[in-house]
């Protein structure tokens, strides 16, 4: 694992034609951390025009993965729907983070998956 990762192709549509809150439009997260301790995650938002948004804290227990949605990232403000965004993921222990977005927007379900991008700068 490693302990600063890059997602770089963020974005939640609005329109979903799925059933809530299975088949919402979703960007996610799922993290790996195989340390035997918790894993500390810090998040920044970067958008094009806006400044970024820091402050989202996660966990991740020792052996565990947690899986969580960006929808569901509102404090300390909600990821913007219907606009691009980049997420870097900082975390205290070496950890492996992969991406999975879900567009609901049309009747026919597009899913996609990929390793988040790893850096160490």
């Known amino acids: 694992g490693h302990?600063?990762?890059i997602i770089p192709d963020g974005h939640i549509p609005f329109k979903s034609t799925g059933r809530e809150p299975d088949f919402l439009s979703q960007?996610?997260?799922?993290?790996l951390n195989?340390?035997?301790?918790?894993a500390i995650?810090?998040?920044?938002?970067?958008?094009r025009e806006e400044e970024p948004v820091e402050g989202f804290t996660l966990e991740v227990k020792g052996r565990r993965v947690?899986?969580?949605?960006?929808n569901d990232l509102i404090n300390p403000f909600p990821v913007i729907l219907e606009k691009?965004?980049?997420?870097m993921i900082e975390s205290d222990k070496p950890v492996i983070v992969q991406f999975l977005r879900m567009n609901t927007g049309n009747r026919n379900l597009a899913l996609m998956g990929t390793m988040a991008y790893r850096t160490d700068k």
């Open 34 to 38: 195989l340390n035997d301790e918790p």
């Open 3 to 5: 302990k600063k990762w």
């Open 27 to 31: 960007d996610k997260i799922a993290v």
């Open 84 to 87: 691009d965004y980049s997420i």
């Open 41 to 47: 995650l810090k998040l920044t938002i970067f958008y």
């Open 66 to 70: 947690r899986k969580f949605r960006v």
